[in-house]
């Protein structure tokens, strides 16, 4: 399967993804947790079907320390031990954040106290950032059809 667009070839699309990239790396520059960076990404990953994101972020996070058992159980985090009240509460909001359009009010305000209830104001606005960017991520890959399983960690970083 080959991607229907090389974005960094083209001069509009490279210019305005190298300053999405330069974004992104603030984000993972940020005092929001790296784990959690990463279950989040993958979680919004899933919800959308975006395989090369799947991909990338499961890699990244098993690069990075994260066990095969948190990485295997992201789409049932609900019914798993293995997260933490923190990471529930940023997977929660997530998922709130990406599916929109299945929740007529957006995201609740109950799900929104829970993870305030555990990150700071700057960890708040990475963490909406990081949901709201991944969502972009994912239909940017899912449009081009950009292929998974090649992705090898720290490649776009």
Same mark, same amino acid.
């Given at each position: /399967?080959?991607?229907?667009?090389?974005?960094? @070839? %083209?001069?509009?699309?490279? =210019?305005?993804?190298?300053?999405? /990239?330069?974004? &992104?790396?603030?984000? =993972?520059?940020?005092?929001?947790?790296?784990? %959690?960076?990463?279950?989040?990404?993958?979680? $919004?990953?899933?919800?959308?079907?975006?395989?090369?994101?799947?991909? /990338?972020? %499961?890699?990244?996070?098993? +690069?990075?320390?994260?066990?095969? $058992?948190?990485?295997?159980? &992201?789409?049932?985090?609900?019914?798993?031990? $293995?997260? %933490?009240?923190?990471?529930?509460?940023?997977?929660?909001?997530?998922?709130?954040?990406?599916? $929109?359009?299945?929740? +007529?009010?957006? &995201? #609740?305000?109950?799900?929104?106290?829970? @993870?305030?209830? *555990?990150?700071?104001?700057?960890? !708040? #606005?990475? !963490?909406?950032?990081?949901?709201?960017? /991944?969502?972009?991520?994912?239909?940017?890959?899912?449009?081009?059809?950009?292929?998974?399983?090649?992705?090898?960690? #720290?490649?776009? *970083?």
């Amino acid at each position: /399967m080959d991607a229907r667009l090389d974005f960094l @070839a %083209t001069p509009t699309a490279g =210019k305005a993804l190298r300053h999405f /990239m330069s974004a &992104v790396k603030a984000l =993972k520059d940020s005092p929001l947790p790296a784990a %959690t960076q990463e279950l989040v990404a993958l979680r $919004v990953s899933q919800i959308n079907g975006c395989a090369f994101c799947i991909d /990338m972020h %499961t890699k990244e996070a098993a +690069a990075a320390g994260e066990t095969p $058992v948190r990485l295997n159980l &992201v789409a049932a985090w609900r019914e798993a031990t $293995v997260f %933490t009240e923190a990471e529930r509460a940023a997977l929660e909001l997530a998922e709130e954040g990406t599916r $929109v359009a299945d929740a +007529a009010g957006g &995201v #609740g305000d109950e799900v929104w106290a829970r @993870a305030a209830g *555990h990150y700071d104001e700057d960890q !708040l #606005g990475a !963490l909406t950032l990081l949901i709201s960017f /991944m969502n972009m991520a994912n239909r940017l890959n899912i449009i081009t059809r950009q292929p998974a399983g090649d992705y090898e960690p #720290g490649q776009l *970083h």
